[in-house]
């Protein structure tokens, strides 16, 4: 931050991908991402503090940058105008342009609402991948059903307790308020414990408490080019409820789920996911590809990561980018998604046609 200070509030515009326009002030001293909220505009973000990138967007105009991980906005990306817009406060008026549509943002502030534990379910043969289902309350706003885009997340918290965790929505948008997870239980974690407990003695009577949906990742509506999804470990999450959606729906474009873990045993069985497997069955020539990192001998399918894979079947496309070139997904650990992205990249995918949603620790 610099020492010079400003005293008047300045204008910043901001500007959906779907071309609405929303104009705050920011006053000094208060990044855009709070402006925006004090506006009544909650933009897609996370953790308010310059470390998961969810807020990531392009700027024009002079501004401060506030303390920030690498891995959210990677030296190089400012110099293109990146910013994060939870560390960004302006020296001079600004534009942003969002790198979501108007309906990704949430008029004045995150929906909040309980939820019973219904069940917590192992879903991987090492019994660590769990399937969470809830059942939201009904409330004023949305009655017994819930409302979301695939691809968003939601977070939740134990009644009355102030820690969070961020967990993509599996499932579907419905009348009934159901809400599927698929979480790694991860050693020693707060909310894998809490899982954990759940596992061994029942959920019954359990609650949570569920903040959202939110988020910017989901399907883009761009023809009828292919969809190949590239998912690290519980990653499927999002791309199981676009899946989902796309069976619903019945969507045309072709379909490549990649599957990545390190060890078969995390794999999850998707005769205990069957409502993604009836969808994979009913999309037209959907193929889903299990790649296992680390196979032990047992192992006869792909051997390697979602990235080999996704690498492999760009480079059988060959040539300049066209018609039949895909949109990619891609959902997981940083790294993997790291990975994707650039593989996708050197294969001649363009930039706006790969879309990413990072699982960074709380
Ligand atoms: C937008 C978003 C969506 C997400 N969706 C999902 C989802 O659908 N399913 C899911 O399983 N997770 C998801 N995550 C990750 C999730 O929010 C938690 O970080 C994770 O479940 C660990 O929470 P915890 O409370 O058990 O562990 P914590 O108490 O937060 O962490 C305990 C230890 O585990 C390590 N750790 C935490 N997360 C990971 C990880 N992913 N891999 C390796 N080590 C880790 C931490 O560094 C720490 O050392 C998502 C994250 C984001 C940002
Ligand atoms: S909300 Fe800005 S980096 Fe996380």
Redesign the pocket.
């Given at each position: 931050m610099t020492s010079d200070v400003l005293t008047d509030t300045l204008p910043v515009t901001l500007t959906t991908t779907d071309g609405v326009r929303i104009d705050v002030g920011c006053a000094p001293g208060t990044d855009v991402l709070a402006a925006a909220a004090e506006a009544g505009y909650v933009l897609p973000s996370?953790c308010r503090k310059g470390t998961?990138g969810?807020c990531y967007a392009t700027v024009e105009g002079a501004h401060d940058v506030g303390p920030h991980s690498a891995e959210a906005l990677p030296p190089g990306a400012a110099a293109d105008g990146g910013a994060l817009l939870c560390r960004t406060y302006p020296r001079e008026p600004l534009a942003v342009a969002l790198r979501c549509e108007d309906s990704r943002i949430i008029r004045g502030s995150i929906p909040e609402r309980g939820a019973g534990v219904v069940a917590v379910e192992p879903v991987s043969p090492d019994g660590r991948t769990v399937r969470v289902r809830l059942h939201l309350d009904p409330d004023d706003v949305s009655g017994a059903g819930v409302e979301f885009e695939p691809g968003q997340?939601v977070e939740v918290s134990l009644p009355g307790q102030e820690p969070r965790?961020?967990?993509?929505l599996?499932n579907v948008a419905n009348w009934d308020g159901e809400v599927e997870?698929?979480?790694?239980?991860?050693?020693?974690?707060?909310?894998?414990?809490v899982l954990e407990g759940w596992l061994a003695t029942g959920p019954a009577g359990a609650r949570l408490v569920v903040h959202g949906p939110q988020?910017a990742f989901g399907l883009r509506e761009n023809g009828i080019r292919p969809r190949w999804l590239v998912a690290g470990?519980?990653g499927l999450?999002?791309l199981a409820s676009m899946v989902r959606r796309m069976a619903e729906w019945g969507d045309p474009q072709p379909v490549r789920l990649y599957l990545g873990v390190t060890t078969a045993a995390e794999l999850p069985d998707l005769a205990l996911l069957p409502e993604l497997a009836e969808a994979l069955d009913l999309l037209p020539g959907a193929v889903l590809e299990p790649c296992v990192w680390r196979p032990d001998g047992t192992w006869t399918g792909t051997a390697g990561t979602p990235v080999d894979a996704l690498a492999r079947d760009l480079a059988v496309l060959g040539g300049t980018a066209g018609p039949e070139w895909p949109d990619v997904y891609v959902c997981g650990?940083p790294a993997l998604v790291d990975a994707a992205c650039a593989a996708a990249a050197a294969a001649g995918v363009p930039a706006d046609q790969v879309h990413a949603?990072?699982?960074?620790?709380?």
């Open positions: 996370l998961c969810a997340f965790r961020a967990y993509s599996a997870l698929l979480v790694r239980l991860q050693p020693g974690g707060w909310f894998s414990e988020g470990g519980t999450a999002p650990p949603e990072k699982y960074l620790p709380a």
